[in-house]
């Protein structure tokens, strides 16, 4: 017989809690001890215990020429990823807004975009270097790496359009045309400014991406490193928590990334919030 | 189907404002799907028209094309007796309210009415004063900078009406303005709906799915099933006087009976109904040949109800049936009986009478009504089901 309860959790609640502290714990608890490692003094090691607290391994990263190109890697980095961004939110947008409106053949152009998420990324590498090379064009970050990148980025930017665009409904145009804004008015006054939420969304999908992104690099950045195949080149060569410091610059890279891109969301509602006071 | 519509050729001359809508031959075609078919008719220039049919009969594909939004397969347009077809919304002087009333989420209700002000580049002073001005028509002042998702279904519609009147349309298109509102709300805006177009004088075309929203608002009811006009005439003749048994049963203030014509004498004709009954029906001129099946309908309100199975046979003018439900609708009892003939049953009965012979589930009873009562059917235009929202219309 069981007994009435008011609200007592079941058994199950129990079991799931701690699946997901362990899961938790898992996904965190290594990060962790690389941030709090790459603090250590100048006798740490790879291992704990701590020695010592420090910045010393930060500046090894940028300063001596045995840790690797560190400072090189973020300058092709830190660019490749920008140019990714800019060119994924508008080739994504743009590209949304033609499959909001079935033209002849948007399915297979659908398909062909999609299939480069599938495609393991190593063997689209090899592919694209055999491909520069067949025909003689230069092999760089900014070429060939910029491709590479791309077919990973746009139909992840192109999926996120539409899940916005499905969303937004056809009325907002009409109503605007049915107000008197021509086709250009209509985008830049309504349908802008309403999914430019989603437009953000990309643009951070475009930019983190590519900023981490290993397989899609490996043969098609060239003679020099983009970040990821460096710390990859170090961890083979480098024995020193500089290897851990670059871990917490890297982290908090994406991080400031993630908050600018909040945060151009909050201001945009703020500023909204402000107009609405305005007048009163 | 010219007979169905009200075609008017005589309206050439119509002055250059003129909210006139002329629809000419109107057909437009989805695919293999005939939504329009080649539709005829002419809405008076600042005249509450409300097109009334089931989900699909085509009537918002009609608004649609009207408004601008939607082009026509074939046929022609008009508007003040000028071809609006391939013309912008703005150039056709019409103005839609879309039924979600798509209000710009991202912008104060004051920016959404001011839309198209802004569009045409009126100045940000000029466009404001004139903003405030519409807000005040539609008592929404308080609310200017507010921001739509801050509304109420029935301020958003405030909202969304004034955006569309500040554009000064000679032709205002509602699409189902009021479905979004509770039953209170709804009836409120019914009223200010009206006043508003008796005060503008344009020509307000509204699409509705309720029957006693079409008839308390509109001068001209067109009754619409799969594409085709049913019927396009006053309220009064709509519900009175259908033109088919299709209007009949839609609008649902009558009984559909259908039968052979048994015997004529120039005056009227007796039918012989389902059940043997037997009723008489004033011809007015129109022909019943003996032999033809017929259709006529019977007023719900103009039926007596007499309790107990009667003895022996029916008179002329009388149906058996046995009570199915009872609704008490304040002014009246809708007694719903078990359908004649396959058709539904319904009799409204006067508080009074009802409550000197109450009727529960189950009583036999005795239908009588009088032969000015009956009214002659013509054939449905459109071979349409039998029974448009057989499950949920309204009495």
Not at chain 2, 146 to 152: F, K, N
């Amino acid at each position: 017989m069981a007994e009435r309860s008011y609200g007592k959790r079941p058994w199950t609640f129990y079991v799931l809690a701690t699946l997901f502290t362990a899961f938790v714990i898992f996904l965190y608890a290594p990060m962790a001890v690389i941030y709090i490692l790459s603090f250590q003094g100048p006798t740490g090691g790879l291992v704990f215990p701590i020695r010592g607290f420090s910045l010393t391994w930060f500046e090894a990263l940028f300063g001596q020429a045995r840790t690797g190109d560190v400072g090189g890697a973020f300058s092709r980095s830190l660019p490749l990823a920008f140019i990714v961004l800019v060119l994924t939110v508008l080739i994504s947008v743009t590209a949304g807004f033609a499959f909001r409106r079935r033209f002849h053949g948007s399915g297979f152009v659908f398909y062909t975009a999609i299939a480069s998420l599938i495609v393991p990324g190593l063997v689209l590498s090899i592919g694209i270097l055999r491909t520069f090379v067949t025909l003689d064009l230069p092999v760089r970050w900014y070429t060939s790496g910029l491709g590479a990148h791309l077919t990973w980025t746009l139909p992840f930017g192109l999926l996120i359009m539409f899940a916005i665009l499905g969303r937004l409904s056809p009325s907002y145009e009409e109503a605007a045309y049915d107000l008197g804004a021509s086709k250009w008015q209509a985008l830049r006054y309504v349908v802008i400014p309403i999914v430019f939420p989603g437009m953000i969304a990309v643009a951070l999908f475009g930019f983190t991406l590519s900023y981490d992104e290993f397989p899609r690099s490996w043969l098609t950045v060239g003679s020099k490193n983009t970040l990821p195949l460096e710390i990859w080149t170090m961890t083979t060569n480098v024995t020193s928590p500089a290897l851990y410091a670059l871990g917490t610059v890297t982290t908090i890279i994406s991080f400031i990334a993630i908050a600018i891109a909040l945060g151009s969301i909050a201001y945009i509602q703020r500023r909204r919030a402000q107009r609405i006071g305005k007048r009163s | 189907m010219d007979q169905t519509a009200r075609t008017t050729t005589a309206s050439a001359a119509a002055p250059q404002m003129s909210g006139e809508i002329r629809l000419v031959n109107l057909t437009k075609t989805f695919g293999p799907t005939q939504a329009v078919k080649s539709i005829n008719l002419v809405i008076p220039h600042g005249s509450y028209c409300c097109m009334i049919g089931p989900s699909g009969c085509g009537k918002t594909t009609i608004l649609r094309m009207i408004a601008g939004h939607e082009t026509p397969t074939s046929g022609e347009i008009y508007i003040g007796g000028q071809p609006v077809v391939g013309l912008t919304p703005v150039r056709r002087g019409t103005a839609l309210m879309f039924q979600s009333y798509a209000l710009f989420p991202h912008l104060s209700v004051r920016d959404n009415v001011a839309f198209n002000l802004k569009m045409r580049g009126v100045s940000k002073e000029e466009r404001y004063q004139r903003v405030d001005e519409m807000l005040a028509v539609v008592h929404m002042n308080a609310f200017a900078d507010r921001m739509p998702a801050q509304l109420s279904g029935g301020q958003q519609q405030r909202v969304a009406l004034a955006r569309a009147l500040i554009t000064k349309p000679r032709v205002l298109l509602l699409d189902e303005p009021l479905s979004a509102l509770d039953e209170f709300l709804r009836l409120r805006m019914r009223g200010e709906l009206k006043r508003l177009q008796t005060q503008l004088g344009i020509t307000f075309i509204h699409v509705t799915h309720t029957q006693p929203e079409a008839i308390a608002l509109a001068d001209t009811v067109v009754v619409m099933n799969q594409g085709s006009i049913e019927q396009a005439a006053s309220p009064h003749a709509v519900y009175a006087l259908p033109r088919s048994a299709y209007v009949a049963r839609f609008m649902s203030g009558q009984n559909v009976i259908k039968g052979k014509v048994r015997a004529s004498d120039g005056e009227t004709a007796l039918i012989e109904g389902p059940e043997g009954a037997r009723v008489r029906v004033p011809l007015n001129g129109k022909a019943a040949p003996i032999g033809s099946d017929i259709a006529v309908s019977v007023r719900r309100d103009a039926i007596a109800l007499r309790r107990g199975a009667g003895n022996g046979e029916l008179g002329e003018n009388e149906v058996r049936g046995s009570v199915q439900t009872v609704e008490y609708q304040g002014i009246y009892h809708k007694v719903t009986l078990a359908p004649v003939g396959g058709e539904e049953f319904i009799v409204i009965e006067p508080e009074d009478a009802f409550f000197a012979h109450p009727v529960n589930f189950g009583d036999a009873v005795v239908a009588s009504w009088r032969t000015e009562q009956v009214h002659l059917l013509e054939p449905d235009a459109t071979e349409g089901p039998a029974q448009p929202y057989a499950e949920d219309r309204a009495a």
